[in-house]
């Protein structure tokens, strides 16, 4: 089973991704969280990715395809999610030429919808775990210790890329970049969409249904 999270900054795919894997027994493969590993490890390819997410850009194709297709080749018990990858229509296709390739495909990409006013709320209010990564949100979603991770009590931090210009950019860049990939799973009849502007435990349960 090979899932496709979709949808704008701020959307909820982080947040659904981590509890459907875990019931479903999926990895869950968020290329934002790789990248900010490589950040936060100072390689090369973090230094080089740093300036583009930090302005809310994407990282060149070329680069992303290189990491998802490499992240591919490493065999996983159950089913893969992926969450941030495919953003562009360029990475959908190479995504199905290696898919194809090996045999597999999409089953279904799941696009959660939300009105943008909602986003840049959800954005502003973030807190992220400096471990795992969960997200957190001042308002819908706190921590039950102020600044500390429920799961693995590593501290909160602010995304770089949740500052007003940075948000601003990422929602351009998603409009003009990544909602193409829509159409290209809506005409292969995989696309799926749920309505992200609920509350968590209700995007869930539609969520659950989509991929039962
Ligand atoms: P990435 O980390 O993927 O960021 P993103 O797509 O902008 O999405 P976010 O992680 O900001 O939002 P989310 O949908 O996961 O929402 P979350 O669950 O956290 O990418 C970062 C950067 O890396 C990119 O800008 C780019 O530079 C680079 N990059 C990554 N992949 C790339 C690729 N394939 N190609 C090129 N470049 C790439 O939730 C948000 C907030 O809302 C949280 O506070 C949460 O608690 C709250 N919340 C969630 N759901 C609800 C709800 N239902 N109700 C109320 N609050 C909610
Ligand atoms: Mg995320």
Do not use: W
């Not at 039950?144 to 770089?160: F, Q």
Request: proline share 4%; net charge negative.
């Amino acid at each position: 089973m090979l899932i496709v999270f979709l949808g704008a900054p701020g959307a909820g795919k982080g947040t659904q991704a981590k509890a459907l894997a875990e019931k479903k027994n999926l990895t869950h493969l968020a290329t934002g969280d790789m990248l900010r590993a490589e950040v936060a490890a100072g390689t090369e390819l973090g230094l080089m990715a740093r300036a583009f997410m930090d302005r809310g850009d994407l990282v060149p194709d070329d680069v992303m395809i290189g990491m998802i297709k490499g992240r591919l080749k490493t065999p996983v018990s159950g089913g893969i999610l992926l969450d941030g990858f495919p953003r562009t229509v360029a990475q959908a296709r190479a995504l199905d030429e290696a898919l194809d390739a090996a045999g597999t495909g999409v089953d279904r990409a799941i696009f959660f919808e939300v009105p943008t006013e909602e986003l840049v709320r959800r954005l502003a209010g973030r807190a992220t775990c400096s471990g795992c990564q969960r997200a957190y949100h001042d308002t819908f979603h706190p921590p039950r210790n102020a600044d500390e991770c429920d799961d693995c009590g590593a501290k909160l931090v602010r995304r770089e890329d949740d500052r007003p210009e940075a948000v601003r950019n990422r929602l351009d860049v998603y409009r003009t970049q990544t909602t193409p990939v829509l159409d290209h799973y809506r005409a292969a009849g995989k696309l799926v969409e749920i309505d992200g502007g609920q509350a968590i435990d209700a995007v869930q349960e539609e969520l659950i249904a989509a991929v039962e």
